[in-house]
């Protein structure tokens, strides 16, 4: 029986718009799982009821959810549920086209990793990095990729601006194609106003949730939608906004917020997931304008008395001690290692901090497969499974020659008519019949991989060519042992949970994370690294650990203990 709080009945029945500010593990989810069974409950209004989100992940979390109570109609109709990219794709470009294509629209959501190499010999570039609208090469790319050609970009610019062209003569757009179309769709007043008494005619509601990652064109979506008449509810955590390289905006979405009536503004505070020390710590690694009252614990772990540990290590690098202690820690709670996840803002620093430097795959079709097979059975015991059933499909395409780069996968999809039950089943055979055996070694792995896939190959090189045999393979087979700790990006975990977390601050950018947390840096790289922080150790339900170079021990242990629950420091 779910036992709702005051807080969760009030947006449960609200029947207007709403700006719903959620703290970690507040039950935002079965919140909205309630609030569509009280929609649904009503007869005299037949229009369907919107539920968008910004990840495949959060969407397969919620649709599961609303079988498993058997609140979702079948036929879904005039319902949706998805990402938002997808209802823009459904409702604003689909039955529409595009200005200047006559061809059937396709969406091709990886268009910006085309690679842009206008002969032989030219560095690779992508067409991410070069403005869509006049394939100009944008500087702080080329910056980032070192790419400084004796005789200027102008090849390459005039290879993305012909790519552009025919991808657009042919029909293939991607979500940034998208959102440039709708906003212009918008712009137009009687265009805008038809459309929107049209949705309105369908839906009676629409739920934005986690959106945090919304970026201001997003936004501007979601008001026209308030406007046009329809209900519209917005779920977020701005402290979890960590995506910042799609143009997420915390502050233009708190500015949002404030177009909200007072009434409207919902908050959806206490944390059914985490325990005391923890709901204490993570509101302390909000920033100091931002924490407000400590979230209190709510759920199964809310007498749980561990405390939180600060691991402290010296020197720069980041050192394997942190994953044996670690695991130590959570053995004592009866905690198995697959439940114990390592998190860093990136993979390879995880990886060093349980021992296990995860090697750059590059294009090396074996390391690529060996993580795409990782992270396959990675994701069917945490979440996450359409993202890693579409990299192993990828890399298998690579392998067989179906495709030459990543960039590539879904042009070829959706060219191809691969809908999902045509390639689904193959992948997930692939996937489990790759699963690293107790012992095996990393040799007897490849061999196993190159006798499952040396079929349908295109092109005159044989298995052993396309799966060579890679010194790193070991490296990253090794998280398949059962004793190992998963160590995982923090991105690869978001809207996930574990019984235990230890989050990694390296000496690199622990600095500029303190900083902002004590209210001295406000600058927007800094902020983001800090936020992955909050995001990694809200994930923990009973264990939080934060691994940080000693010098740094003492400022984050004044951070956590002003939370009221003192931390421990146990140098490593």
Known sequence: MFLQTNEQKAIIGHEGHAFVQACPGAGKTRTMVERARHLL??????????????????????????????????????????????????FLIAPFGAEGCGQVLRLVPDKSDWEVKPFDAAQPLKLKHFDRATGVLLA??????????RNGPGAWETHARNMIARALSNGYLDFEDVRDCVAK????????????????????????????????GDLAIIEWLRVSGIKVKVVCDPNQAIYGFRGGLTDELLRFATTFEGVEQLPLSGNFRSSP??????????????????????????DETSPVYILTYGGTAVPAMIGTRFQVMAAELGIPPAQAPVLAATWASAGNAVGRAMPDAGNDKTLL?????????????????REALARLHRV??????????????????????????????????????LKVYAGE???????????????????????????????????????????????????????????AVCVVLTARTSGDILNVLTGVESAAKPVEEARKIYVAASRAERLLAIAVPKSRAATLKGILDAGGHTTQIVPL
């Open 185 to 216: 769709r918008l712009a137009d007043p009687a265009f805008s106003a038809r459309l929107g008494r049209a949705l309105s005619g369908r839906f009676r509601e629409i739920v934005v949730d986690e959106a945090q990652d919304c970026n201001p």
């Open 369 to 385: 497969l060996a993580e795409a097979v990782m992270g396959f059975h990675f994701a069917f015991a945490a979440g996450n499974r």
């Open 140 to 149: 702080d790319k080329a910056v980032e990729e070192g790419f400084a050609p």
């Open 396 to 433: 298998v395409l690579q392998i067989r020659g179906e495709i030459s780069n990543a960039g590539a996968y879904a042009t070829y999809v959706s060219t191809s008519g691969l809908d999902d039950e045509r390639w689904l089943p193959e992948i997930i055979a692939v996937g489990q019949a």
């Open 41 to 90: 409950s009503n007869p005299a209004d037949r229009r369907g009821v919107a539920f968008l989100s910004f990840t495949n992940a959060a969407v397969e979390e919620l649709e599961a959810r609303l079988h498993n109570f058997g609140i979702l109609p079948s036929p879904l109709f005039p319902s949706f549920i998805g990402t938002f990219d997808r209802f823009l794709w459904q």
């Open 441 to 499: 070694s990393a040799e007897n792995w490849l061999r196993r991989a190159r006798a499952l896939l040396n079929s349908n190959l295109i092109g005159t090189s044989s298995i052993g060519q396309r799966l060579r045999s890679n010194d790193k393979l070991a490296a990253v087979l090794a998280e398949a042992s059962p004793t190992a700790l998963p160590a995982k990006a923090i991105h690869a975990v978001k809207g996930l949970e574990f019984p």
């Open 277 to 302: 020390a923890i709901c204490a710590a993570i509101s302390q690694l909000r920033p100091p304008a931002s924490r407000g009252p400590i979230d209190q614990p709510l759920g199964p772990y809310k």
